[in-house]
């Protein structure tokens, strides 16, 4: 009879240990929230060919939403139909996979931008992302590649 008094305490403890997320856990959760969102952003595409850096004005809104996971992200390009997925690297900062997205066509040519990776993070009030790609294009001959450095920053909508 005097076992059971002491095993009902011990039981719940070890229950209850085991019942709930841990505190880090809740804390990423509680970060990605606040980086949740939809945010007007501009800056540069960078392209290389023959060796010859150039850059030119980007603009697109980007749409950070919560993934399957606790520690996941999905980034929606919007002006380009693309989803990236990714993960929460701490309260501010995320890394993304790479993807291969269609662009759209040009006088009968076919274009992929196939996004090796990138990285973004929440500084201040604004949403800052980079991502490294490859624009592959064919035009019914060979196939060319230029790679691509996409960086964009700005505010939440």
Same mark, same amino acid.
């Given at each position: 009879?005097?076992?059971?008094?002491?095993?009902?305490?011990?039981?719940?403890?070890?229950?209850?240990?085991?019942? $709930?997320?841990?505190?880090?856990?809740?804390?990423?959760?509680?970060?990605?929230?606040?980086?949740?969102?939809?945010?007007?952003?501009?800056?540069?595409?960078?392209?290389?060919?023959?060796?010859?850096?150039?850059?030119?004005?980007?603009?697109?809104?980007?749409?950070?939403?919560?993934?399957?996971?606790?520690?996941?992200?999905?980034?929606?390009?919007?002006?380009?139909?693309?989803?990236?997925? $990714?993960?929460?690297?701490?309260?501010?900062?995320?890394?993304?996979? $790479? /993807?291969?997205?269609?662009?759209?066509?040009?006088?009968?040519?076919?274009?992929?931008?196939?996004?090796? $990776?990138?990285?973004?993070?929440?500084?201040?009030?604004?949403?800052?992302?980079?991502?490294?790609?490859?624009?592959?294009?064919?035009?019914?001959?060979?196939?060319?590649? /230029?790679?691509?450095?996409?960086?964009?920053?700005?505010?939440?909508?």
């Amino acid at each position: 009879m005097r076992l059971l008094p002491t095993l009902v305490p011990f039981v719940c403890l070890v229950v209850s240990a085991c019942g $709930g997320p841990e505190p880090e856990e809740d804390a990423l959760l509680e970060a990605r929230q606040r980086l949740l969102g939809t945010y007007d952003v501009t800056g540069s595409l960078i392209t290389i060919t023959s060796g010859v850096s150039s850059s030119q004005p980007a603009s697109e809104t980007l749409v950070l939403q919560s993934g399957d996971s606790s520690e996941a992200v999905s980034l929606a390009l919007s002006a380009l139909g693309c989803e990236l997925r $990714g993960k929460m690297l701490g309260e501010h900062a995320f890394t993304l996979h $790479g /993807r291969s997205c269609a662009l759209p066509s040009e006088d009968s040519c076919t274009s992929t931008l196939s996004i090796t $990776g990138g990285s973004g993070a929440l500084k201040g009030d604004s949403l800052e992302v980079s991502l490294e790609a490859q624009r592959i294009t064919r035009c019914g001959g060979p196939t060319t590649s /230029r790679p691509i450095t996409l960086r964009l920053s700005g505010p939440r909508r």
